[in-house]
């Protein structure tokens, strides 16, 4: 078992977590219901916990990447460039994406206390919950997204017929058209 094991095996879960939270914060609004609002609570708490062994195993999966493409940093190939922009562009989503599911996690984790003895709906913890659950299960799918664009060339060409996608840089000394044997 390798740090890319690890990492493959922690993410999706709290990724799956995020969306079903804002799911769940949903049908607490609609229904008014505080045990329905308790209980979505509880899983953006767990999510964001769960969220730790995804994030603390990512640098470990960097490595393992780059040990396996020969050391992304040291090869100036195209696909290396791509990777390595690849790679940058999920470390920085899922930094951002960790610390906004913390913030979730604690505002969770005080509202639940706030919240459960009473049998009282409370709308306003109802809606922040629901814009830091929504905020982070968009930065969550981002961060998969992203993470998918390292390993998975299909999900590479889809991004790239998509105008609003970022596009990795050229390489460096290179000129567009330099190095296509295709042409």
């Known amino acids: 078992m390798n740090g890319a094991w690890v990492h493959l095996g922690s993410v999706h879960l709290p ?26 609570l509880e899983m953006i708490v767990i999510g964001a916990v769960l969220s730790w062994g995804a994030f603390l195993s990512g640098e470990k999966a960097e490595h393992v990447v780059e040990d396996f493409r020969g050391n992304v940093s040291e090869r100036l190939s195209q696909e290396d460039v791509d990777l390595k922009h690849f790679i940058h562009e999920h470390e920085e989503w899922a930094e951002k994406a960790h610390y906004c599911f913390q913030a979730a996690g604690v505002i969770a984790l005080l509202g639940w206390i706030f919240c459960r003895s009473a049998d009282k709906f409370r709308m306003p913890l109802a809606i922040v919950a629901l814009l830091f659950a929504g905020g982070t299960a968009g930065l969550m799918g981002w961060t998969g997204h992203m993470g998918g664009q390292i390993r998975h060339i299909e999900v590479r ?9 970022p596009a990795p840089p050229p390489p460096s000394g290179e000129s567009e058209g330099e190095g296509d044997e295709d042409n």
């Open 157 to 165: 060409q889809a991004a790239a017929s998509n105008p609003t996608a």
């Open 15 to 40: 990724i799956a977590l995020a969306v079903i939270s804002v799911l769940l914060v949903l049908f607490a609004l609609v229904t008014k219901s505080p045990a329905r609002l308790k209980f979505a």
